[in-house]
C-alpha cells in the first residue's frame, strides 16, 4: 500500500541555521502531496502542497519539490526561526475507490533555539 | 480556514463508560475523518465518511463506530472505552480530490 517515510526526530537547530526534513514515499499513481504543521496544543494545518511532478510548493519561508524520479518531498527553510518550533507531517493522497484518504508519516519535532 | 469544532476539547472517562466525541463542520466538505495521535505513530485513520449516511473503517477501527447523519456533523462513539483508546483524536474534513484536509482542534481523552 501507500506509504509515507520520514526523517526521524527530533531535531534541535539554532535561530537562522539551514533545515532539511526528508520525505519519500511510496504510492500506486500519480498522488498529491503535502507538507502539515503542528504547533504545541493545536490540531494541523496545512504547510504546503504539490500536485504534480516538479511543482514547487512554498509558504512561510518552507519550499518543497516534488520529485517523481528519486519519489521524495523534502522539506527546507533557508533560516529558521524560534517561533518554527513544532511537529511536520510529510502526507500523501490517492483516490481509493472513489474517497480520497491521506496518508501521514509519522512526523519530526523541530526545535529551534535562540 | 475551514470551520471545525470538536466536543468536548477535553474529557477524562473510566473504563467501560461509552464515550461520544463530536465534530461539527460549517464548510460543507463532503468528505470527514477521524484520526488518533499517539507518540511514535502519527496519525492514524479511525473511520471516515464520504457523504451522509456513508462511513467506511480505517486502519484502527477497532473499538470504535461513527455516524452522520447531517453533512456537518460526525460523531465518534467509543461503545465502551478502555486506557488502550487513551489518545488526542482529530477530526478532519476534505472537499474532494487531490485536495488538502482541514483539521480541527482535537479532544484529549484520558480513560483511567
Known amino acids: 500500500g501507500d506509504s509515507v517515510t520520514q526523517m526521524e526526530g527530533p531535531v534541535t537547530l539554532s535561530e537562522e541555521a539551514f533545515l532539511t526534513i526528508n520525505c519519500t514515499y511510496t504510492a500506486t499513481g500519480y498522488p498529491s502531496l503535502f507538507w502539515y504543521v503542528q504547533y504545541p496544543g493545536e490540531g494541523l494545518q496545512l504547510l504546503l502542497k504539490?500536485?504534480?511532478?516538479?511543482d514547487k510548493g512554498s509558504n512561510k519561508g518552507f519550499e518543497a519539490t516534488y520529485r517523481k524520479e528519486t519519489t521524495s518531498f523534502h522539506l527546507e527553510k533557508g533560516s529558521v526561526q524560534v517561533s518554527d518550533s513544532a511537529v511536520y507531517f510529510c502526507?500523501?493522497?490517492?483516490?481509493?475507490?472513489?474517497?480520497?484518504?491521506?496518508?501521514f508519516g509519522k512526523g519530526t519535532k523541530l526545535t529551534v533555539n535562540p | 480556514d475551514a470551520g471545525i469544532t470538536q466536543s468536548p476539547r477535553h474529557k477524562v472517562t473510566e473504563t467501560g463508560t461509552p464515550v461520544t466525541l463530536r465534530c461539527h463542520q460549517t464548510?460543507?466538505?463532503?468528505?470527514m475523518y477521524w484520526y488518533r495521535q499517539d507518540p511514535g505513530h502519527g496519525l492514524r485513520l479511525i473511520h471516515y465518511s464520504y457523504g451522509v449516511k456513508d462511513t467506511d473503517k480505517g486502519e484502527v477501527s477497532d473499538g470504535y463506530s461513527v455516524s452522520r447523519s447531517k453533512t456537518e456533523d460526525f460523531l465518534l462513539t467509543l461503545e465502551s472505552a478502555t486506557s488502550s483508546q487513551t489518545s488526542v483524536y482529530f477530526c478532519?474534513?476534505?472537499?474532494?480530490?487531490?485536495?488538502?484536509?482541514?483539521f480541527g482542534p482535537g479532544t484529549r481523552l484520558t480513560v483511567l
Open positions: 478532519a474534513t476534505q472537499t474532494s480530490g487531490y485536495n488538502e484536509q482541514f
Open positions: 502526507a500523501l493522497n490517492t483516490p481509493q475507490g472513489g474517497s480520497e484518504k491521506l496518508v
Open positions: 504539490a500536485t504534480k511532478a516538479d
Open positions: 464548510e460543507n466538505h463532503r468528505y
